[in-house]
């Protein structure tokens, strides 16, 4: 028969124990918890039926703590022969008063005390409101913490610090998101080719998994999938810019960005263009016809329409013609009378070999003086960087002993933090060490030597960058021929380069070429080469 409580004859009862994972300290582990309650009841000479032990389980809600609802439960079914419940503390049980209050009811209809070692417990008037009392301190402390918590990372937020795991191509190295160098630079060409407008989120995530780069969930890597690049490409972290969907605001963040505002919005506007909700699509996908590779580079030089293909049936065969898209009265041309055409100007247009020579040589000098500017840049920014980190933990280091304030700490440590991401940036100013001079001289040796035969030999989307780099406003065409069509300053350049007086070098070396009047070039020039690529 069980023996009434009011009595204080408790004989048999159970250890309830709960740490969370922020608990996870020598003094207050569940070992420490075990036993101090072990030997509050060998005081009260109490038997011990069972002992309940929950590790890392927050107090907010009971539903995540399977441990605390079996020991209610077994609670439940033994309360004939059960006389109490023991924790180490109150809030061991609930952080929640209401919670607390719930369960402290539910065994007390069992004829189930409850007993906390370190604190007053017991069924006295007294002892129910301190037990209250205690209890909605506990959710006091509970909702001061987490009231801190959310503030401090709103705090790190407005600071331009991010919370988490930051998106890949950066990792989180002291708090502070900084360059992945293994995707770093794989993304960073992700970016600028889906700036193109030329690839869709599908081609792109292909073309990334193949390139190496993968999506890691739950410290496992899986394959991109075009909604992963979605997300990835409308993120504005990438450009320096933190969002949240917790606040409003959106911060300039303090690491570094790997692209620039206008690469970011460009990418925007080819993903955008791609949706058939929005009233004008900002770009539009290229639908290429092989069969007609002029389509939209050559136009008519009467309206000024771009020239579109088509095939005309005849008696035995189909004949494939270029004609005005407006219709207006420009004679249809043969797809083989345009090329040929076209053959035969690029080859009048062709720079001769002292000319190409002229300006391999001024471009090598060129090259060699921006490494050189490059370089000195960056051993500056090195001084710099070092200098700027020297100073912050001086801040640090100041901000702890009590000489500034915390407001006073945040303040300069953005302002050194914007510092460092101008010198940053500048360190990763390594455009021309993304290119191989001598392979792009190879490449002008070979594709420049003559211009119609290098036409002939190349596919749809090299005809495209070949003459669209020549003639980048289009060629105009006006029967029987090409009539005003307007060349490239680079182009121009490079075929006049001998009429300027300007000497070639020999293979065995640069000459001189400084005080040209071409020597303003520079690598405006170079750029545009590097680019050529027909691979």
């Excluded at 999506?215 to 450009?239: A, C, D, G, V």
Aim: proline content about 4%; overall charge positive; glycine content about 6%.
């Amino acid at each position: 028969m069980k023996l009434s409580q009011e009595t204080n004859e408790i004989k048999r009862a159970v250890i309830y124990l709960r740490v969370s994972t922020e608990e996870q300290v020598d003094n207050f582990s569940l070992d420490t918890q075990e036993d101090i309650c072990k030997k509050e009841a060998q005081r009260r000479d109490i038997e011990i039926v069972k002992i309940f032990r929950e590790e890392g389980r927050s107090a907010k809600t009971i539903a995540g703590r399977p441990v605390l609802i079996d020991m209610l439960e077994f609670c439940r079914k033994n309360k004939k022969t059960l006389d109490a419940v023991i924790a180490y503390r109150l809030d061991r049980i609930s952080r929640q008063t209401a919670d607390y209050l719930a369960i402290r009811k539910k065994l007390a209809e069992s004829n189930i005390a409850l007993i906390s070692v370190t604190e007053p417990t017991g069924n006295s008037p007294t002892e129910k409101l301190v037990e209250t009392i205690l209890a909605g301190f506990a959710q006091l402390d509970n909702d001061v913490r987490g009231e801190r918590a959310r503030n401090g990372l709103r705090a790190r937020f407005l600071a331009g610090l991010p919370s988490g795991t930051p998106p890949i191509g950066y990792l989180n190295e002291n708090g502070y998101a900084v360059k992945d160098p293994k995707t770093w630079d794989i993304l960073k060409k992700s970016w600028e080719l889906m700036a193109t407008g030329t690839k869709t989120l599908s081609e792109m995530s292909d073309i990334m998994n193949e390139w190496g780069l993968r999506q890691m969930f739950k410290e496992k890597p899986y394959p991109l999938r075009p909604q992963n690049l979605s997300r990835i490409f409308k993120n504005k972290f990438y450009m320096g810019i933190l969002t949240s969907n917790r606040y409003p605001e959106e911060v300039k963040g303090q690491h570094l960005p790997m692209v620039s505002e206008a690469v970011f919005y460009r990418v925007q506007a080819a993903l955008d263009g791609r949706n058939t909700n929005i009233n004008v699509p900002l770009v539009r996908k290229n639908r290429d016809n092989p069969e007609f590779p002029l389509r939209r580079i050559v136009k008519c030089a009467h309206c000024g329409a771009p020239l579109t293909g088509g095939w005309s049936k005849g008696k035995k065969s189909k004949y494939a013609y270029y004609f005005c898209r407006k219709r207006c009265g420009m004679k249809s041309i043969p797809v083989d009378a345009l090329d040929n055409s076209l053959v035969s100007y690029l080859s009048t247009i062709t720079p001769t070999k002292d000319c190409l020579n002229a300006f391999i040589a001024l471009l090598r000098g060129t090259y060699y003086k921006r490494v050189k500017q490059l370089q000195k840049r960056k051993d500056e920014a090195d001084v710099e960087l070092k200098r700027l980190q020297t100073l912050r933990q001086s801040l640090i280091q100041k901000n702890l002993n009590g000489v500034y304030s915390d407001e006073i700490f945040k303040e300069q440590n953005k302002l050194i933090e914007e510092q460092m991401i101008t010198v940053r940036m500048t360190q990763d100013d390594v455009l021309l060490s993304k290119y191989n001079l001598e392979s792009i001289v190879k490449f002008m040796q070979e594709k420049f030597e003559n211009l119609g035969k290098t036409y002939q030999m190349s596919n749809l989307s090299q005809i495209r960058v070949l003459l669209c780099s020549i003639f980048p406003s289009g060629m105009l065409w006006s029967y029987p021929g090409f009539s005003n069509t307007s060349i490239s300053p680079l182009y121009q350049s490079i075929r006049h380069f001998e009429i300027e007086g300007i000497p070639s070098g020999g293979e065995g070396g640069i000459r001189t070429l400084g005080g040209l009047p071409h020597a303003g070039f520079r690598n405006r020039y170079i750029r545009p080469l590097c680019h050529l690529s027909f691979d």
